[in-house]
């Protein structure tokens, strides 16, 4: 079986998800309402979904049979699988909610085969990287000029229309970096000089690296968001010992991360809050504060922890508080506030148990894994570092998130990639992906 087969063929799964996931909400749905619910919306409403999705999959493969006959033929499955736990748990969250998710999911959907197109040489970005990382800087600047969300910079708003351009911003980002290490990588190994044990790259060499690098710290800073400010810190780190073999230079790199980290956190009482909520979520003084506090963290380490070890079932998930038991003048009135975005992995550790849980964890892992090989198997500098850095950017936005809702880190503000609401978030992680094909398919064809 060639690889497009079993591209094909690995769709299925997903589609059944969608399908038993659907029909387990609605059975959920039905006991709650004593029986009310009619048998025939169970069945033909959930396979009407899982036909729906399977058909929006089956007409992007064919766009990758067609324009990209040697990719990775597990990586659009993968995700696939992604976003069908997310399209069911968003459906169960609120109606409302999974229906803009699917609109988003077929915009993003049509973005992928637009990159396809459009980048099937996408060794061009290398000749644009100052535009690119200048576009990247601006996208990260522009939320500034919006009023804030939970106490950061994180969207910009227009009437109806929200996005999140950090989301786009770290591709740029990552492409410049790929580009730009692609030419000093050498001499930043053969010029590095030793200082203290530790080999410190030469100044005019990572100069131009540093000024645009601190230009989007500086901007992280002023809006606030720290949970980009770490992917891009992290995905710079691997970058540059991939490219230089050097684990000195991530020394140095986390010796000045911490340094920012311990100023910043000084500086900026919102994200003190978050170290403190971080420290003791269960102190009872943060946990009744209106406003930030620890509410949120420890209502959602309660709810992964009522999952037990298979979960309470699709649907099982108490998200709200009856309105009796509301206190009068509190703005908190539900168990897990933001279950659809921030918290959406804690309903699904709730509903799906240590065992969901560690499957969709064995999803994501997946995902690295081919990203990894597909780095491996490129042929030129650029490719295998962009192939890297986009791979590593998508490993840490998922551990900064799944790390602060399981108190490994503080909390941050990022998505879970193809699972939580979000268009700007699907739609990014879809030109990523992307891009992954688009090298993998150079690497992986007859020189």
């Known amino acids: 079986m060639n690889a497009r087969n079993r591209e094909l063929l690995a769709l299925v799964p997903a589609s059944l998800l969608v399908a038993a996931g659907f029909a387990a909400v ?22 009407t979904y899982g036909g ?42 609120s109606d409302a909610f999974a229906g803009k998710q699917a ?38 600047f522009l939320p500034s000029f919006f009023p804030t969300v939970n106490g950061a910079h994180l969207s910009i708003r227009l009437g109806s229309f929200e996005a999140q351009p950090a989301e786009f911003a770290k591709i740029a980002i990552v492409v410049f970096l790929a580009s730009y290490l692609r ?43 720290i949970g980009s400010s770490l992917m ?13 073999n050097r684990i000195s230079f991530v020394l140095v790199g986390l010796l000045l991360f911490l ?33 930030g506090g620890s509410y949120q963290l420890a209502q959602g380490l309660f709810a992964q922890a009522d999952g037990g070890i298979l979960g309470q079932g699709f649907g099982g998930a108490v998200l709200d508080l009856p309105r009796a038991y509301c206190p009068d003048g509190q703005v908190i009135c539900s168990l897990l506030p933001a279950p659809h975005t921030d918290f959406v992995y804690a309903v699904i550790v709730n509903e799906l148990g240590l065992v969901g849980a560690a499957g969709l964890l064995i999803v994501y892992l997946l995902i690295v894994q081919r990203g990894m090989k ?13 192939a890297a850095g986009l791979t590593c950017v998508f490993a840490l936005q998922v551990f900064v998130i799944i790390g602060g809702v399981t108190k490994v ?33 150079k690497a992986r064809r007859e020189a």
């Open 103 to 140: 609109f988003s999911f077929l915009l993003g959907l049509g973005v992928f085969a637009a990159t396809i197109i459009v980048f099937r040489d996408y060794q061009v970005l290398e000749r644009y990287r100052y535009v690119i990382a200048m576009v990247g800087l601006g996208l990260l």
């Open 259 to 291: 340094a920012g980290a311990m100023l910043l956190a000084g500086q900026v009482g919102h994200i003190q809050g978050r170290i403190d909520a971080w420290q003791d979520p269960f102190d009872p003084a943060l946990y009744n504060q209106q406003t």
């Open 26 to 47: 609605f059975i959920s749905r039905k006991d709650l309402l004593g029986g009310l619910d009619g048998t025939n919306e169970i069945s033909n409403a959930s396979l």
């Open 183 to 225: 030419d000093t990588r050498q001499l930043m190994v053969i010029a590095g000089r030793r200082f203290l044990g530790i080999t410190v790259p030469p100044l005019k060499h990572f100069g131009p690296l540093l000024v645009v690098w601190g230009a989007a710290m500086v901007l992280l800073f002023f809006i606030k968001d």
């Open 409 to 441: 880190i503080p909390l941050t503000g990022v998505t879970l990639p193809f699972v939580s609401y979000g268009g700007s978030s699907v739609m990014a992680n879809f030109v990523l992906l992307a891009l992954l094909l688009l090298i993998s398919n």
């Open 232 to 244: 891009f810190f992290g995905a710079l780190l691997a970058m540059i010992y991939v490219a230089t």
């Open 52 to 93: 729906m999705f399977l058909a929006l999959c089956f007409a992007t493969h064919v766009v990758i049979r067609f324009t990209l006959p040697h990719a990775d033929p597990y990586l659009f499955p993968l995700v696939a699988m992604l976003a069908s736990f997310g399209l069911v748990e968003i459906y169960r969250i």
């Open 374 to 386: 597909i780095a491996v198997l490129a042929r030129d500098s650029f490719s295998k570092l962009l």
